[in-house]
Nanobody, 118 residues
Framework: VQLQASGGGLEQAGGSLRLSCAAS????????MGWFRQAPGKEREFVAR????????YYADSVKGRFTISRDNAKNTVYLQMNSLKPEDTAVYYC????????????WGQGTLVTVSS
């Protein structure tokens, strides 16, 4: 599976952005999908995860209530809707694909930069 993330950019605090991650291949629906981020000088951290069919979602406490992960298996795409953005959301965001029922990820996208100004 090859993953291509897009949708990053510069946004003011309180604004919104929607990230997309397009996957190649016909096995997209076999994978759980996740979003991670890495801020400058910090380690990569988990943001959100969605099950294969989209019936279950999980979020980091720092984004719960502000971010929404979703997927469209017909389009081989996973999304991250980010609302009420904060400067601390500034990071490179990565999408990843992994087997269901585990916390592991096998495939990673190249990342898209989100910058939130105060």
């Amino acid at each position: 599976v090859q993953l291509q993330a897009s949708g990053g950019g510069l946004e003011q605090a309180g604004g919104s952005l929607r990230l997309s991650c397009a996957a190649s291949g016909r096995t997209f629906s076999s994978y759980a999908m996740g979003w991670f981020r890495q801020a400058p000088g910090k380690e990569r951290e988990f943001v959100a995860r969605i099950s294969r069919r989209g019936s279950s979602t999980y979020y980091a406490d720092s984004v719960k209530g502000r971010f929404t992960i979703s997927r469209d298996n017909a389009k081989n795409t996973v999304y991250l809707q980010m609302n009420s953005l904060k400067p601390e959301d500034t990071a490179v965001y990565y999408c990843a694909a992994g087997p269901p029922m585990t916390a592991e990820y096998e495939f990673w996208g190249q990342g898209t930069l989100v910058t939130v100004s105060s």
